[in-house]
């Protein structure tokens, strides 16, 4: 007869595996980040992630069978969120071991923006610094409802897409920092890429705003998305 203790044993670790079976994915890892930044339809996120429709509520429906996410129908769609704060954690904690224990994740970053303009590291402190002080424009430039689920103070709203036809917004002759998502964001990096060539002095804050929240860096929720 099996020993009670390793029953108990065997049997704790099962659960535990569920988290580890969930997130082993690729793209249930990107599906997280995305919901890490709001609550988004099916629709959304496979469009987000280069997705069929179908494949994405499969990985979603593998997500939420491990009590990662939760979904509710509001009307004709259905709406995902993370289940609480503690998934965004996981998943920016498994991130930093990756970015800390894995070579490939610089290499594969630093191919990524090599020679592109204005991609040259910064000093980040230095950075943050003017960000908090209002020294610099701030653009946020994620679809506007991940703007209202959190935001830096003062941040000007400016999606990617609607970026080219709202350059008369911005400030020619002040420093613009452009954040997105994280450090694989790509939407920033387009966007410095694209206010260069305009002829702005455009820098990439590399941080998103989970990073930017567990740092204690003050984050704005607008009213209707708490």
Do not use: W
Not at 67 to 78: I, M, P, S, T
Not at 124 to 132: C, D, Q, T
């Amino acid at each position: 007869m099996k020993n009670p203790n390793r029953i108990f044993k065997d049997a704790i670790y099962e659960q535990f595996a569920r988290i580890g079976k969930a997130v082993s994915s690729p793209k249930r890892l990107e599906l997280l980040d995305l919901l890490c930044q709001a609550e988004r339809t099916v629709e959304v996120l496979a469009k987000e992630s280069s997705l069929t429709l179908a494949n994405a509520s499969q990985h979603l429906q593998v997500l939420r069978a491990a009590r990662l996410v939760e979904a509710d129908k509001q009307g004709l769609f259905v709406i995902y969120r993370l289940a609480d704060q503690t998934v965004c954690e996981l998943f920016r904690t498994m991130r930093m071991l990756a970015e800390s224990r894995l070579a490939e994740v610089e290499q594969i970053k630093r191919r990524f923006l090599e020679g592109r303009e204005g991609m040259e590291p910064v000093d980040r402190e230095a950075l943050l610094g003017r960000v908090r002080e209002g020294a610099v424009t701030v653009l946020d430039v994620r679809p506007v409802e991940e703007y209202n689920a959190g935001h830096i103070p003062g941040a000007l709203s400016i999606p990617l897409k609607e970026l080219e036809l709202r350059l008369s917004d911005l400030p020619p002759d002040q420093e613009i920092v452009a954040y997105c998502r994280g450090p694989y964001c790509v939407l920033s990096v387009q966007a410095v890429e694209m206010l260069r060539d305009k002829g702005f002095h455009a820098v990439r804050l590399e941080e998103g705003i989970q990073d930017l929240r567990a740092m204690g860096f003050p984050i704005t929720v607008e009213e209707r998305a708490k």
